[in-house]
């Protein structure tokens, strides 16, 4: 596993609608490769980057699911401070339409637009699309199903190079020179200037890592194809079975809707999130998700996952 | 003192700009004989309201000094946050013009409006003008002298009512039927049904409680005589005098700007905030106060003031 091609993923907050202390709303910090990104801001979000150590000047792109309160309300907060801190480099927002006009208001308002380039990506198609690609790291949106227009991110990262099997190479005799051509792919010249053809050289790429963030939804198959074999999914668990109807109504999962989802797309592993605060702890919502699927991990604000 | 005629302010937040953790943007509550009322809603404020056990559905007044974010980014959030709540019960916000459409957008975007009755009372005057009176409580604005329009408050509680001689009441034979109109300032009749004259039966009512706001500002002896005699006057103090340049260009006071207001002005004491996170700790800011005006207390986030 080459150090780059790391994903770490940190939680900020991960609990639902109304915040309490110590029980931040939705946010995350994902580390892909040499990417550092920010998955939603709900409220105090910045003081939670603070509060964990987060480098977070090294973030570049923010995306946001969808507009209620408690996944976007940190956002401006946030913003406001890179400017304050003197942030020159820009800044790229993934998330639904309607949110430039929000953000640019309240800028606007506190006469305080930024000392650095804000661009938006606004969103309001319905299938899958690829909404970053850069660096071996590709974002695309997973449609959820909620009560306002809702995206999920899939993120992989792949440096689409291939793993070069160097004792081949020294028997062709050919030059460091190529060595780069090589990973690429490419069919590079022997010592006698002869093409070797690069399946001869290299095994293939190792497979991306993956990431599923997939908050707020219902239950929803449909997602299943769009997630096959992903490494890590975090999907939402607001509630228990015991409030299966109360999921139902506010088009969100119980945690054994969400470890069905994990058990169907074959996922390497579970975490379960966006807990409502009705409950005292989470041991119940991993119990519940045990029973039918076996890898199950419970988000706590400032927990750390690698893969 | 009647129980009723207390004020008891909480602070929340008193940090300025970036936020820290357990570093909190400007909020506080005031409980003003039987109102609560917020004073600015930074971001976090919900989570403070709950982490300091204030029984914050009681909250039906919310006073918004200006619109840069560390003052009202947490309001979008306590708002959505007393719908999820099934308040009832009517909010009334007032605070600069351009705060209702902002509001508006923000709940519209998330297709939450709010299942109680939201008023907003905008403000655009550059003269102090009474916002509220009821109950005895009358509020008014101060006109301050920051980047943006920004106003502070001045709570002023008085019962309005006289008190009673009871030995003089009880020399003229009068019914105890009339005891509240007496207290009122009424003439009221004797046992022989002559009225007396209320001067007789009565000690004026005591001076009103007094609270001043005054954050964020500028320097502003044009504030003096709107403040004049207040008890208690909580005035920003973002920089200390070796930074008094910063001060000056940002439109923030010194804690000595702050401490030379309170001389002036005659108040019953100071309590200094609003402080910027470049100092370690508070201690610079009280010392440099104190040089100047000899009642000086320093906020911190869940600190409780009572007069």
């Avoid at 449909?222 to 997630?227: D, G, R, S, V, Y």
């Avoid at 797309?265 to 009705?278: D, E, K, M, N, V």
Wanted: charged letters at 25%; hydrophobic letters at 35%; proline letters at 5%.
């Amino acid at each position: 596993m080459g150090g780059n091609r790391e994903m770490k993923l940190q939680i900020l907050g991960c609990h639902a609608a109304t915040p309490r202390y110590l029980a931040y709303p939705s946010a995350q910090v994902l580390q892909a490769g040499k990417h550092m990104l920010l998955i939603d801001c709900g409220e105090g979000t910045q003081m939670q980057l603070r509060r964990f150590g987060v480098r977070f000047s090294r973030i570049e792109h923010i995306f946001i699911s969808h507009l209620h309160g408690d996944h976007f309300f940190g956002l401006p907060g946030l913003i406001s401070t890179y400017r304050l801190l003197g942030r020159e480099k820009p800044l790229y927002i993934y998330g639904p339409k309607g949110i430039k006009e929000a953000i640019t208001m309240l800028l606007k308002l506190g006469n305080s637009w930024t000392s650095y380039p804000l661009h938006f990506h606004e969103l309001s198609g319905s299938v899958s699309e690829v909404v970053f690609e850069e660096g071996g790291l590709r974002v695309q949106t997973l449609p959820l199903d909620h009560r306002i227009y809702t995206n999920g991110f899939l993120f992989s990262l792949d440096e689409g190079l291939y793993k070069m099997r160097i004792e081949e190479v020294r028997k062709h005799g050919i030059d460091k020179a190529y060595y780069r051509k090589i990973k690429q792919g490419k069919d590079v010249p022997d010592s006698q200037g002869n093409l070797v053809p690069n399946e001869l050289l290299t095994l293939p790429p190792p497979d991306p890592k993956t990431y599923a963030y997939c908050s707020d939804t219902a239950f929803m198959p449909a997602l299943i194809p769009l997630i096959k074999g992903v490494d890590t999914l975090y999907h939402e668990a607001t509630f228990q079975e015991k409030d299966a109807d109360l999921a139902a109504s506010t088009k969100h999962s119980t945690a054994k809707e969400a470890a069905r989802m994990a058990l169907e797309a074959g996922a390497g592993q579970l975490i379960l999130g966006h807990f409502s605060t009705r409950y005292k702890d989470t041991s119940g919502f991993q119990e519940e998700a045990l029973a039918v699927f076996p890898k199950v991990e419970v988000a706590h604000d400032g927990r750390i996952f690698e893969w």
